[in-house]
């Protein structure tokens, strides 16, 4: 056996093998692939329920920012019939478009797709509609063909470029549609165009939820900050008691929380009550705390404080207080000694409850929704509203993409310039 | 400005320079309201010195030096450095250069940066600072690490950049908390020498804790034997050994043999005293006042001759409870007037001996060798 094992480790130089000549690496895999198969095993079900209940349904959703086969779907021969005619051209398409056209609605109609498509359509040219729904309600009506002046008969909206331009437009499989529309985009004849001024609102509403984020995130740090420091260094028993007053606001409904900042900040309000009372403020000029960007700030500060103090905690908890001595033994006053020394080192608990409070606070929708009124709304009210009223689920879809893609940039960054491996959490 | 007699044996021996450069005054520290951690606290250091506080765990040693640098308030009493109150003085201010147990290097800078943070805080230019940054780092011998930081560096080199930094400065008195008790023996035998001669070449003022009592003896010019927050003894390292004035700084350095007994005479500083078993021995008088009193005699291992050949102040008989063999000596346990942890070190010279376990035999000392001292269980 030895020999053996000898003159093939002699003759196969390079590769180690075990005794009866498996090659080592070949060996131990095998011994391993039994225990990664019982660990595969036991995240199974939580590996399962993540991929059914959170990994599909997004990605599902995502997709249907670019889907669009709805064109394609309702109106086959004419969408194979529209490849002929150039919307540039300035006329209407011909014959051939009305005849298959006339053949694809009569099967939509009894199929009742029609109207679907004609919503959908409404979403990138507004009148068409209308347009579908009467002629699904004529186009049985319809006599021997021509067809052409039949339907412009019916509906003049089938005389005019623009709404067969858009049908042609939306006829492919995908669409960077929503995309466009999600920063206030659209597709003109001259190729890409920012759409009028009064219908501009994503990219606004983008920069609204950037800025209020860092507000919030910031006056985060700012109140966060002193209150980690003493949970950090007070004895235990104040800074357990100090603890639980951090923790308890995660006991109570984010509901809960967010109407009592409206009972104390609107304007016959707690607040505005005192103010009154101690005549800082006049009974007319009662402060507007709510239902704007004040209210929302105010009101997501608190909900998020938690989640800066936190991380900032642990990271301060790890830091020795010898630093500090060591710096004031060196010859530095309190404040450099904080500011040179101690600051620097809680710069990755700054960073990990930065990125946290960003990131909930850029996605944040029932407390903009409660206390936000107009100008304190952030985008994801918008995709709620896309999601669950206006049923544009590609817009919707098409934002949150963005929203996502700017979260995950954001993060990007973060990495580059603090390294996430700084990033302490606990 | 002489020192006060401190603890029960506190020696002013060899603080007779007449100028201190830090002094304890009547110092006591409580944290709680309810325990003294700090009792009474006299002390006096000349400059240049290298005084070390030693003592076991717990006894008070950090906080006399956090008091010193100004970390915690004492109590009760006055620090002096040279010659002025510095209660009131923020630490900052103190001037003093201090090496933590942890060495407490800033993770976030370089090392040259933490070298170049003294020099910056006192608003030195930056060619300056580098200038003394490179000297101070040639001088502990580690002229390549200045770009690299803390976690970089092996224990040996973060303690040598810590000391590096609290001299960086030109501090004249500096502290040093256990700086080497996270390094291994070798290492830390390195260290201490390295420390000693930067304190010869510099000259500046040493207060050194450590509870590594062979650290303390090799290092220091005075020794201060801290326990239960009183200084027992403070004198040079020799007479630490050779004159205890207490039973707890006997037993607290060196090995030492214990003997309790009653005085039963005192004549000439030579003491009379009879062992538990009756027998009478004679020892020097050094902590026992009175006639009649219970004493405790300590006497060193390698100082009893074993079967003596000689004529001997005292030669008393013990049975042999066991041999070690040890190589340049032999430790031979035995039992003596009901101690039977009563060891003696019999050198080996190579000559045989016929030494048996269970053997009577006799044993001798000279009476300066046998120390009287207060009576302990
Ligand atoms: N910040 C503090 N609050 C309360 N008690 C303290 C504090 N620091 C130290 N003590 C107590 O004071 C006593 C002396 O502590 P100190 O740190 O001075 O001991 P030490 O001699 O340095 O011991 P070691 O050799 O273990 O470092 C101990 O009983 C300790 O429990
Ligand atoms: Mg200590």
Not at chain 1, 206 to 221: A, M, P, W
Not at chain 1, 325 to 345: H, I
Not at chain 2, 95 to 103: D, L, R
Not at chain 2, 338 to 347: L, M, Q, T
Request: proline share 5%; aromatic share 8%.
């Amino acid at each position: 056996m030895t020999d053996i094992a000898a003159s093939e480790t002699g003759t196969t130089s390079e590769v180690l093998t075990t005794r009866d000549g498996v090659p080592l690496k070949r060996s131990l895999a095998r011994a391993l692939r039994r225990e990664k198969m019982r660990a595969l095993m036991l995240i199974a079900p939580l590996l399962l329920f993540i991929l059914l209940a959170f990994v599909a349904p997004i990605a599902d959703m995502l997709f249907r920012s670019v889907e669009n086969n709805i064109v394609q779907n309702t109106l086959p021969n004419t969408v194979v019939a529209l490849r002929d005619w150039n919307p540039n051209s300035g006329e209407i398409p011909g014959e051939p478009v009305f005849e298959a056209l006339a053949g694809d609605l009569k099967i939509a109609v009894s199929q009742k797709t029609h109207t679907r498509l004609g919503s959908r359509l409404n979403y990138e040219q507004p009148g068409i509609a209308s347009m579908f729904r009467k002629s699904g309600r004529k186009v049985k009506n319809l006599e021997e063909p021509p067809y052409r002046e039949q339907f412009i008969e019916i509906h003049e909206g089938w005389g005019t470029v623009e709404n067969w331009a858009t049908i042609k437009q939306f006829s492919s499989k995908y669409t960077d549609g929503y995309f466009l529309s999600a920063i206030d985009r659209e597709r003109t004849e001259q190729g890409i165009a920012e759409k009028p001024e009064k219908e501009q609102i994503y990219l606004f509403l983008f920069g609204r939820t950037f800025f209020l984020s860092v507000t919030i995130t910031i006056s985060c740090i700012l109140l966060g900050y002193p209150i980690a420091f003493l949970l950090a260094n007070l004895p235990l028993r104040s800074s357990n008691l100090l603890m639980i007053m951090v923790l308890l606001p995660f006991w109570t409904s984010l509901l809960v929380r967010t109407s009592a900042w409206k009972v104390l900040l609107q304007q016959q309000g707690v607040i505005n009550d005192f103010l009154v009372w101690t005549g800082l403020v006049t009974d007319a000029g009662r402060l507007v705390m709510i239902n704007n960007q004040t209210g929302t700030i105010i009101a997501m500060t608190h909900i998020l404080l938690p989640f800066m103090i936190l991380p900032l905690y642990s990271v301060m908890k790890t830091i020795s207080p010898t630093y500090v001595r060591a710096a004031k033994s060196l010859g530095a006053n309190d404040w450099t000694a904080f500011w040179k020394v101690y600051f620097p080192n809680t710069i990755p608990g700054i960073g990990a409850g930065s990125i946290l409070c960003f990131i909930l606070s850029i996605g944040f929708y029932i407390t903009p929704e409660l206390v936000g009124g107009t100008s304190g709304i952030f985008i994801s009210n918008r995709i709620a509203y896309h999601i669950s009223s206006s049923l544009n689920w590609g817009l919707g879809a098409a934002l949150g993409v963005i929203l996502l893609a700017i979260v995950m940039l954001f993060y990007w960054m973060y990495d580059k310039i603090v390294g996430i491996d700084n990033v302490k959490l606990g | 400005m002489a020192a006060k007699k401190s603890g029960k044996g506190g020696s002013a021996k060899n603080s007779a320079t007449d100028k201190s450069y830090v002094r304890f005054e009547n110092v006591q520290k409580s944290y709680d309201g309810e325990v003294l951690v700090v009792k009474d606290l006299n002390l006096d250091i000349p400059k240049g010195e290298f005084v070390t506080m030693l003592g076991p765990s717990g006894s008070g040693k950090t906080t006399c030096l956090m008091m010193l640098a100004g970390f915690e308030p004492a109590t009760h009493g006055e620090i002096f450095l040279n010659d002025s109150p510095i209660n009131m003085v923020p630490p900052h201010k103190r001037g003093i250069g201090m090496v933590f147990q942890n060495y407490a290097l800033f993770p976030h800078m370089t090392i040259a940066e933490n070298l170049a943070f003294p020099l910056q805080v006192r608003g030195m230019s930056k060619p300056d600072q580098e200038e003394r940054v490179k000297r101070i780092l040639d001088m502990v011998e580690l002229p390549l690490m200045a770009g690299r930081r803390p976690a970089q560096l092996s224990g040996g080199q973060a303690q040598r950049v810590a000391v590096a930094r609290a001299l960086v400065f030109e501090p004249d008195l500096v502290l040093m908390d256990e700086p080497l008790g996270a390094l291994d023996k070798q290492l830390r035998e390195q260290m201490q020498y390295e420390i000693k001669h930067i304190h010869e070449s510099l000259g500046v003022t040493v207060v050194y804790v450590t509870h590594d009592q062979t650290e303390a003896l090799t290092m220091s010019d005075r020794v201060a034997v801290f326990n239960d927050g009183v200084i027992q003894q403070l004198s040079s390292p020799e007479s630490l050994y050779e004159d205890p004035k207490n039973s707890f700084v006997a037993q607290f350095i060196g090995e030492n043999n214990k003997l309790n007994g009653v005085v039963k005479g005192i004549s000439k500083g030579i003491c009379t005293v009879k062992l538990a078993n009756g027998t009478i021995v004679k020892a020097d008088q050094v902590n026992v006042d009175n006639v009649g009193d219970g004493t405790t005699l300590s006497i060193r291992p390698e100082r009893i001759e074993l079967q003596p050949k000689d004529k001997m102040d005292n030669i008393i008989e013990g049975r042999i409870e066991e041999l070690i063999y040890l190589g340049d000596h032999i430790r031979v346990r035995m039992n003596v007037a009901g101690n039977d942890e009563f060891i003696v070190k019999v050198r080996n010279r190579g000559q045989k001996r016929n030494l048996s376990e269970g053997q009577k035999t006799k044993i001798g000392w000279a009476n300066t060798d046998c120390k009287a001292l207060d009576l302990v269980a």
